[in-house]
């Protein structure tokens, strides 16, 4: 029973445009939303959160968006640049229990 | 560097072979997790410690895998009578209890049983 889904595998994008990354959730009772970033041969790096009380959170280049009622939340990274290019991991989380996360987002930004 | 050290970050063994990874987790975390990941997946849970105290294990854990934190500051992660399905990596994450759930990940350590 997957609880976190992100449907793309991989997705490719122009460098200065931007990168969506969708995440969509089954359980109702997440409350805390995170998004990772991960390089190869390294550990995922804690890139954006949102808590449930909130539908926006941005730091920098990187916008979290949360839609409750459609359980699904996205990363908007803007504009994308090619370090960027990784695989992006969404995660959630009931009541500071355990993470449960998506299976990744291969994201390639072409120059 | 304050972040999370894990050691070693590359092992290559033989089946049947055991092996230890050790974790140093940020200092101020009283959290310590060990996660799994293999190519194509997200990483899986596989136990976690507030202090000293291993709170939750993954059933994922079978009973060749055990970790420890003696102290409640470094944890390491054992494994006994390593088998092909080993191989992976080996995250370890950290963070504080009232965090909003936010873990810290080291940068793994990558096991290949041959």
């Known amino acids: 029973d997957q609880q976190v889904k992100q449907n793309s595998p991989s997705l490719s994008v122009q460098e200065g445009r931007i990168s969506i990354l969708n995440c969509d959730y089954t359980?109702?009772?997440?409350?805390?939303f995170l998004w990772y970033k991960k390089y190869p041969a390294e550990g995922p790096t804690f890139l954006i959160s949102?808590?449930?009380i909130k539908d926006k959170n941005e730091d920098g280049r990187f916008t979290v968006f949360l839609n409750k009622s459609a359980k699904h939340l996205s990363l908007h990274i803007v504009p994308s640049q090619p370090g960027d290019s990784a695989v992006y991991f969404c995660?959630?989380?009931?009541?500071?229990?355990?993470?449960?996360w998506g299976a990744g987002t291969k994201l390639i930004i072409k120059p | 560097d304050t972040g999370v050290s894990q050691d070693p970050r590359h092992k290559i063994t033989k089946r049947g072979q055991n092996v230890t990874f050790r974790c140093d987790p940020i200092?101020?975390?009283?959290?310590l997790y060990w996660y799994r990941q293999t190519l194509g997946q997200g990483p899986e849970f596989l136990t976690y410690?507030?202090?000293?105290?291993?709170?939750?294990k993954s059933r994922l854990l079978s009973d060749r895998f055990s970790a420890e934190r003696p102290k409640g500051s470094f944890s390491t992660l054992e494994i006994q009578r390593t088998e092909q399905g080993d191989s992976a990596m080996y995250l370890c994450?950290?963070?504080?209890?009232?965090?909003?759930?936010?873990?810290?990940f080291g940068e793994g350590s990558w096991l290949t049983v041959v």
């Open positions: 994450a950290s963070s504080l209890v009232f965090s909003g759930n936010t873990i810290y």
């Open positions: 359980n109702s009772m997440f409350d805390y």
């Open positions: 200092s101020e975390h009283n959290r």
């Open positions: 410690f507030q202090n000293e105290a291993q709170l939750e």
């Open positions: 949102i808590s449930s």
């Open positions: 995660a959630a989380s009931a009541s500071n229990y355990q993470l449960i």
